[in-house]
């Protein structure tokens, strides 16, 4: 069995879309941001950060998102990875990892606009950090020449489309047509709506935009 600790508008939703998207049997460990279960003890010998995902699979308890879709994709689903030696593994490996360049600014916004009490958050870093995450989208509607970012939908998506579609809370889109039309696509997969089922209630993002 699969194991996924997990909590609600993270970056697991990454692994829990894939485990839809590849037909998984797996069971989800909820946790909250409220708690203090991230910072149990005994959670933290499992994820040294005491952050999720962490993944119990073939014996091997895996932390960091990118590093367990990599791992799921190659042992589970190798129609969603690109295997060593085929002419897509380069791009495939960016891709997937370009996600994390996402989500660095999201981390950002997400503290300076959620975390923060109100008085100590800065508007310089709510701007700055918007107008970077607004660049590393432009740097996907730059690259996105067919349906995917890589010539069939892929992990890669999953990770980096995962962080684009949190950024639709902080960045408005205007002018990214490519990228619209790429999370259309995304979003309306049956295994995407799947895992927003199984995702759980809202603790992070109450908004549908936070402005600077």
């Known amino acids: 069995m699969i194991t996924l600790h997990h909590a609600p508008q993270s970056r697991s939703f990454r692994i829990l879309w894939f485990l839809h998207e590849a037909g998984l049997d797996h069971e989800v460990r909820y946790h909250s941001f409220g708690g203090k279960g991230l910072r149990d003890p005994e959670f933290l010998k499992i994820s ?49 990892h370009y996600g994390e360049t996402l989500a660095q600014h999201l981390a950002q916004l997400t503290f300076h606009h959620i975390v923060l009490k109100p008085a100590d958050r800065s508007p310089v870093v709510q701007k700055l950090e918007a107008l970077r995450l607004r660049r590393a989208l432009e740097g996907i509607e730059a690259a996105l ?68």
């Open 48 to 96: 040294p950060a005491g952050r999720v995902p962490v993944l119990a699979v073939d014996g091997l308890t895996l932390f960091e998102s990118g590093a367990i879709l990599e791992y799921l994709a190659e042992t589970r689903a190798p129609a969603l990875a690109r295997a060593p030696g085929h002419p897509e593994r380069g791009k495939f490996l960016e891709w997937l």
């Open 145 to 212: 020449e067919g349906d995917w970012l890589l010539a069939d939908f892929s992990a890669a998506d999953i990770m980096t489309g995962t962080s684009a579609d949190l950024a639709r809370r902080f960045v408005p889109l205007d002018g990214l047509d490519r990228v619209q039309a790429w999370l259309g696509r995304l979003t309306d997969r049956p295994a995407y709506h799947q895992a927003r089922a199984a995702d759980g209630p809202a603790e992070l993002y109450l908004k549908d935009f936070y402005h600077a």
